[in-house]
């Protein structure tokens, strides 16, 4: 039981939390509040399938045609601040929710991007989100949504350093870790 434990821990944890928060809606309300997660769950599911689909077509053709020579030269380890910054340009400017950038983040690790790349992608899309900046606008206003971005525009490229000055060298290990 332990080898199957070690190699599918987060199924087994997603699994767990599923059957707690299922134990907890029929405690609250039988097998009708269950159901009506369930049915909720499964709704969500229909109207992201598509996105999923897309999301990781797209990472697996990137995979496919950008040779790992190219991510090397200009997202690996070697490109330092040079792919850092791409990175951070490419994670605010791409659309879409994590079901989107995290299956092209772990394309660009296939393909041989560096640590502080992959980190500078994933915080840059969190914080600098272009495509989330017309809500933000209209819900909080220009004065709050121009702070924010003033606050917070030095965390991603200073956060990719960072995490490849730290753990750069571990990239492998990761990568490998990736592919089990």
């Not at 039981?1 to 821990?9: C, D, G, I, N, S």
């Not at 910054?85 to 560096?114: E, N, R, V, W």
């Amino acid at each position: 039981m332990k080898p199957f434990l070690k190699k599918h821990w987060v199924h087994t944890l997603l699994a767990t939390v599923i059957l707690i928060l299922a134990g907890l809606a029929y405690a609250r309300g039988g097998w009708q509040f269950v159901l009506a997660g369930l049915k909720s769950g499964l709704n969500i599911l229909g109207r992201e399938s598509v996105l999923l689909v897309a999301a990781f077509l797209t990472a697996g053709l990137l995979q496919a045609v950008v040779k790992k020579e190219f991510v090397a030269r200009w997202l690996g380890q070697e490109a330092g601040l040079k792919g850092i910054l791409l990175a951070c340009l490419g994670g605010g400017l791409i659309p879409g929710g994590p079901y989107a950038y995290y299956p092209i983040a772990g394309a660009l690790l296939s393909s041989g991007a560096g640590l502080g790349v992959l980190v500078a992608f994933v915080t840059a899309k969190n914080l600098w989100s272009v495509s989330r900046l017309p809500y933000e606008f209209a819900i909080l206003g220009g004065t709050i949504t121009l702070r924010r971005y003033l606050i917070t525009f030095l965390i991603p490229p200073l956060l990719g350093i960072l995490v490849e000055w730290l753990f750069g060298t571990k990239i492998s290990a990761i990568q490998e870790g990736v592919k089990k």
